[in-house]
């Protein structure tokens, strides 16, 4: 359904913030890094593309390790395009019920700053950190180990008035009016402290600042104006980096190799883009933090893998929102020790109706899992240690990641399973794993169905492994949990049950839901009954064969060693009924507290008749149930007299053309990239 879009710049403005946190959650996306040109004819939109100006990198310094680039030119072809997908999602009109709220709750000071911001757009913001932070962190690291070492004695805080290191850079269309705003907040900031603003000249550039406290834990701050752009930053010293960088008597991060070459993988077109030097990072932590690393996380075992450099965007394009990453070594280093590309299999495994799959090789060898080990490790030696009284010393933070340190953690658990836990257990799953998640009726729990699968090394040490941890789960559940078992071909399936119910005798195995595990085949399965049943039978219809599932991987690279798949298409009914809620309208509006008990509760005589309603046909009488716990309208009035005023109309979204989020991970010979792709259908 096609809607009015975003055409003026206070609509944008505000969207920057949605932007920022979309930037972060594509960061975080299961990917390693991802390459738009991996695969052109899919991924990009030539006629679609301009470039966008990369000018805030001119401006930051050389010793730069971590840059933030947000594209305010919010007329630019790939806001444009950005405001056509939200407008194709279906998302204008609720973005507007949004906005206007928000507005409603602001103050006429805080309209007139809403309306003062538009000065620093035009152009864009650009967040540096440079080298000169590694004293702060230093400082910081050593004052975690004092705490840690002494928790009742008198530490010395970090002293804020160092603070440096940080710097906020604004291109902009009018710099004198983005320079009086920031010198109001200056202004205001002083006052507020009772400091002095400092004035200063630099190479041409005007530097104000007001110094920082220790004793009022204030941080200093500092403004400047140069040709074209205004800066914020903690120090003086930071203002006058940028303005060494500008006049070309500092080298620039624009002209730095490394900046260079992850630019050139990416496409020119961004809404955000972010860079991260890992070769320099790193060492903000110390000589021993390689080691910790990976101890921690084994694809990084040779500190040459350390020697990387990382580039991030979010960019739109026809289909829809774009994460894309890579890594790239340098200065000698090497890639992580990741599994190849790969062909996955199981997604013909699992059926078409699944929300959530994940799918990689060697799950094992991955790290996630060794963090998760050492994690219950830990548990477990802290439990044997209060239980015990003996004053076992918390050890420092960076020691709590040494190699002995985890060795000494699952000795002592190990000695209780009766297994390595991290040998005989997790890294004996190998080969093709995947993860797999379905939703059969409504946002219940007994509607969730759930399945890990994964290849073993030897499946003989991994059965073994996984009864004695059966025994000893059992053993510390007691009667509450009943352990059984069931022969299969290829196998024994070990099945967790517990306890009946005492109001109806129902168990979790009665409902499909008990926990099943076993190595079955060589394979390694642990999952709710309906979901490994299902998997041993064999569906009717795969995921592989969904229809919508290749359309979203039809976008992303041939090639991966990784992929993960969500059906939001199956959520976005239940997010359309909360935002029509109006327990969704009060929230934006400010409001605070949840109560079940919408507005369309009143078109009922009474609980009974909503409730029969709403089990008729909870898709459509979802809002009668507004907390999700199977009971509607539980809250609402039903004796009190109508509401006379006029109910306001709540927007009824129709999102269904956001329909999936693909992403896969791929491995060249000179990089690690990830593509991912917030689908939105035509």
Not at 83 to 95: H, K, N, Q, S, Y
Not at 111 to 126: C, D, K, P
Not at 393 to 400: I, K, L, Q, R
């Amino acid at each position: 359904m096609m809607t009015r879009g975003l055409p003026s710049q206070t609509d944008r403005l505000m969207l920057v913030v949605v932007l920022i946190a979309v930037s972060i959650m594509g960061s975080l996306a299961p990917t390693w890094a991802g390459q738009a040109a991996a695969k052109q004819d899919a991924t990009a939109s030539p006629e679609a593309v301009t470039s966008t100006s990369q000018t805030s990198a001119d401006l930051a310094p050389a010793n730069t390790l971590l840059y933030y680039a947000l594209n305010l030119d919010l007329e630019s072809d790939n806001w444009n395009q950005a405001t056509t997908l939200f407008d194709r999602a279906g998302l204008t009109e609720v973005w507007r019920q949004l906005q206007e709220s928000m507005i409603t709750e602001m103050s006429p000071d805080d309209l007139v700053m809403l309306n003062r911001l538009r000065t620093l757009t035009g152009g864009e913001l650009a967040l540096v950190v440079t080298d000169e932070i590694r004293t702060t962190v230093e400082t910081a690291l050593t004052v975690a180990s004092e705490v840690t070492a002494n928790p009742e004695g008198n530490v010395e805080e970090i002293p804020v008035s160092t603070l440096a290191g940080v710097a906020a850079i604004f291109q902009t269309d009018d710099t004198d009016e983005a320079w009086m705003l920031v010198e109001e907040l200056l202004d205001q900031t002083a006052n507020s402290q009772g400091a002095t603003v400092e004035e200063t000249t630099y190479k041409g550039a005007t530097i104000k600042s007001v110094p920082g406290s220790d004793a009022m834990a204030t941080p200093p701050l500092a403004i400047g104006q140069m040709p074209g752009a205004v800066a914020v930053a903690f120090q003086t010293t930071d203002l006058e980096a940028i303005v060494d960088t500008q006049s070309g008597d500092s080298p620039s991060l624009a002209e730095d190799a490394k900046f260079q070459e992850v630019r050139a993988q990416l496409s020119t077109e961004y809404l955000s883009f972010a860079y991260g030097d890992y070769s320099q990072l790193y060492t903000l932590f110390g000589d021993e933090f390689p080691q910790y690393l990976a101890n921690l996380y084994p694809p990084f075992a040779d500190p040459a893998s350390l020697q990387t450099v990382l580039g991030t965007i979010v960019w739109a394009d026809e289909p829809g929102f774009r994460f894309d990453t890579t890594m790239i070594p340098v200065d000698g280093g090497t890639l992580p020790a990741l599994p190849e590309n790969f062909d996955p299999t199981l997604d013909e495994r699992v059926p078409s109706d699944t929300l959530f799959f994940m799918d990689g090789y060697d799950l094992g060898a991955g790290g996630t899992l060794d963090v998760l080990a050492l994690s219950i490790a830990q548990a477990y030696t802290a439990a044997m240690a209060t239980s015990s009284m003996d004053g076992t010393p918390v050890p420092d933070p960076m020691a709590m990641l040494s190699p002995e340190y985890a060795d000494e953690q699952f000795a002592q658990l190990d000695a209780f399973l009766g297994f390595n836990l991290r040998d005989d257990f997790i890294h004996q799953m190998a080969g093709e794993y995947a993860i797999a998640v379905s939703i059969k009726h409504t946002l219940s729990p007994l509607g969730i169905a759930g399945m890990l699968v994964s290849g073993v090394d030897d499946g003989a040490t991994l059965s073994s492994s996984t009864e004695l941890l059966i025994d000893r789960v059992s053993g510390l559940a007691g009667d509450e949990l009943i352990v059984a078992s069931r022969e299969v071909s290829g196998g024994t399936i070990h099945i967790l049950d517990g306890e009946p119910d005492d109001s109806n005798g129902l168990t979790l195995a009665s409902l499909g839901l008990s926990l099943e595990t076993g190595v079955i085949d060589d394979q390694f399965i642990a999952g709710t009954h309906s979901s490994v049943e299902g998997y041993l039978e064999g569906p009717n219809t795969s995921l592989a064969e969904n229809r919508q599932y290749q359309r979203v991987f039809d976008e992303l690279p041939d090639e991966h060693l990784a992929l993960t798949y969500v059906d939001l298409k199956q959520i976005m009914p239940y997010i359309q009924l909360l935002m029509a809620t109006d327990e969704f309208r009060s929230g934006i509006s400010g409001s605070s507290g949840f109560e079940d008990a919408d507005s369309s509760c009143g078109d009922y005589e009474n609980q009974f008749d909503a409730q029969r309603a709403y089990d008729e046909d909870s898709i459509t009488n979802g809002s009668l149930d507004t907390d999700f716990d199977g009971e509607a309208c539980e809250d609402y009035d039903f004796d009190a007299a109508p509401d006379s005023a006029t109910p306001v109309a709540a927007v009824q979204p129709d999102l269904s053309a956001i329909e999936s989020f693909g992403a896969v991970v791929t491995k060249t010979d000179t990089a690690i990239n990830s593509n991912a792709i917030l689908y939105i259908a035509e």
